[in-house]
């Protein structure tokens, strides 16, 4: 049972991948158990596109941990894995010390160089997930611009956006963000990192659009209600279950 949505936010570009992992690690056993949480895009290594190799195997040294991490709680977060020769920005759900879900990157982002690093995904394989009777489904950062990749998590019940968002397009997370828990009448978790040229801009939102933000805290909690959901549905019904 998911009582709770949590959204993670630090810094962590200029860190090394064990100093990320501490900070990771430390913040999640903060959270309150059955919660859901969020981390940020890449919090482990960051866009490290000169330690890839690095980066994909810290991220293969760490999956027990990570599972370990999800005793009693759902964690969700993206990392870098190398996949028959090639890398890809991959986001994971870890669920009561198993791996639940992972899901490649799809919509690579030109400006900051990543289709010369990563192999994006395919579109097909972005579902819903169910765990604890909630239907998940992630949106990686970027991806969030792309309206048709919207329409196949239509129906979700929390989608979560892990991101690495630059300061100057931060109304742009806030505005798209909104718009997807006011589209898909759910929840919308949002995870940033917090690094000096990043938006920060963490959130949680709800189906009715009230958005709770800090962008001075690492941790943001808030008490998810399924009703809300159900509400918002029937009260405005635009075909949603």
């Given at each position: 049972?998911?009582?709770?949505?949590?959204?993670?936010?630090?810094?962590?570009?200029?860190?090394?991948?064990?100093?990320?992992?501490?900070?990771?690690s430390s913040l999640v056993k903060k959270t309150p158990i059955n919660s859901l949480v969020l981390a940020p895009e890449l919090?482990?290594?960051?866009?490290?596109?000169?330690?890839?190799?690095?980066?994909?195997?810290f991220s293969q040294n760490v999956l027990k941990e990570l599972k370990e991490l999800s005793k009693k709680r759902i964690l969700s977060l993206t990392m870098t894995e190398k996949i028959a020769g090639?890398?890809?920005?991959?986001?994971?759900?870890?669920?009561?010390?198993?791996?639940?879900?992972?899901?490649?990157?799809?919509?690579l982002f030109e400006l900051g160089g990543e289709p010369l690093y990563f192999e994006g995904g395919d579109e097909k394989d972005i579902k819903i997930v169910e765990c604890c009777g909630v239907k998940i489904a992630i949106i990686i950062c970027?991806?969030?611009?792309?309206?048709?990749?919207?329409?196949?998590?239509?129906?979700?019940?929390?989608?979560?956006?892990?991101?690495?968002?630059?300061?100057?397009?931060k109304y742009q997370l806030r505005a798209l963000s909104i718009a997807q828990a006011i589209a898909n009448q759910c929840y919308v978790l949002v995870s940033n990192s917090s690094d000096e040229d990043m938006a920060s801009n963490s959130s949680?939102?709800?189906p009715f659009g009230e958005i709770k933000e800090d962008d001075k805290e690492n941790i943001l909690c808030e008490k998810f209600d399924k009703k809300v959901i159900q509400k918002m549905r029937r009260y405005m019904n635009i075909g949603l279950k």
């Amino acid at each position: 049972m998911i009582s709770n949505l949590v959204s993670l936010q630090f810094d962590y570009a200029t860190k090394s991948f064990e100093e990320n992992f501490e900070t990771l690690s430390s913040l999640v056993k903060k959270t309150p158990i059955n919660s859901l949480v969020l981390a940020p895009e890449l919090c482990l290594s960051g866009y490290s596109f000169e330690n890839l190799e690095q980066s994909a195997k810290f991220s293969q040294n760490v999956l027990k941990e990570l599972k370990e991490l999800s005793k009693k709680r759902i964690l969700s977060l993206t990392m870098t894995e190398k996949i028959a020769g090639k890398f890809y920005n991959n986001a994971k759900i870890f669920f009561d010390n198993k791996e639940i879900y992972s899901q490649a990157k799809v919509k690579l982002f030109e400006l900051g160089g990543e289709p010369l690093y990563f192999e994006g995904g395919d579109e097909k394989d972005i579902k819903i997930v169910e765990c604890c009777g909630v239907k998940i489904a992630i949106i990686i950062c970027f991806e969030l611009r792309f309206i048709d990749l919207w329409q196949k998590i239509r129906g979700a019940d929390i989608v979560l956006i892990p991101a690495y968002w630059g300061k100057p397009r931060k109304y742009q997370l806030r505005a798209l963000s909104i718009a997807q828990a006011i589209a898909n009448q759910c929840y919308v978790l949002v995870s940033n990192s917090s690094d000096e040229d990043m938006a920060s801009n963490s959130s949680i939102i709800n189906p009715f659009g009230e958005i709770k933000e800090d962008d001075k805290e690492n941790i943001l909690c808030e008490k998810f209600d399924k009703k809300v959901i159900q509400k918002m549905r029937r009260y405005m019904n635009i075909g949603l279950k």
